[in-house]
């Protein structure tokens, strides 16, 4: 049966901590998504994920309903992974390098194409990982999650002209590590 979102907000608003346990099952999956590709780390995506919650169910008798719920997890989400990255920034530690390849379930036409792909997607998280979490932030948003300008300065709490700056700084940013690890591949390989 089809959860309705509208009717467990209403309940969790109303005291239904049930209602409030169904709405995390619900959204449960993007959130998370959405916090992992913020960070780049699952421990820290999975502290954004439980920070958020721990926010939305505080306010949720705030929630207007002026936007669909998931986009109000979407604004806190974006917000606890700001904070958190901003913090982890404050009082970084060398970090740790991680694997975090992620596996294509489609075939490839070829074995050629598939290490190309691989090595692509390898070049593209590392290139992300780099930028600066304010950059990273408008990219995932714009680029993978496909929200228009205006909803991105609402999520981050800035302009729309400062999201289209950002955005045409982190794409630039990403286009020229790119092409230089792309020439670095192949001066290698040569």
């Known amino acids: 049966m089809p959860v309705d979102v509208a009717d467990l907000v209403a309940a969790a608003r109303d005291g239904d901590r049930h209602a409030f346990d169904e709405l995390v099952k619900a959204t449960y999956v993007e959130t998370y998504t959405l916090a992992y590709r913020l960070t780049g780390n699952e421990e820290d995506a999975r502290d954004v994920v439980q920070e958020a919650y721990l926010r939305a ?17 979407y604004r806190i989400t974006a917000n606890c992974a700001s904070t958190f990255l901003g913090r982890r920034q404050r009082n970084r530690c060398e970090e740790l390098t991680e694997d975090l390849s ?52 609402a999520e981050l709490g800035i302009s729309e002209s400062a999201a289209k700056v950002r955005l045409h ?14 020439a670095e591949v192949q001066a290698r390989a040569v």
């Open 57 to 73: 169910y505080k306010g949720l008798k705030r929630f207007r309903g002026d936007a669909q719920f998931s986009t109000w997890m």
């Open 102 to 153: 992620t596996r294509d379930e489609r075939p490839a036409a070829s074995p050629e194409l598939q290490a190309e792909a691989t090595a692509l997607r390898e070049r593209l998280q590392v290139a992300l990982r780099a930028l600066p979490p304010k950059l990273r932030a408008v990219v995932i948003l714009r680029d993978v999650y496909d929200l228009p300008h205006e909803a991105i300065a």
């Open 169 to 182: 700084r982190a794409r630039k940013k990403l286009r020229d590590d790119l092409f230089t690890r792309h």
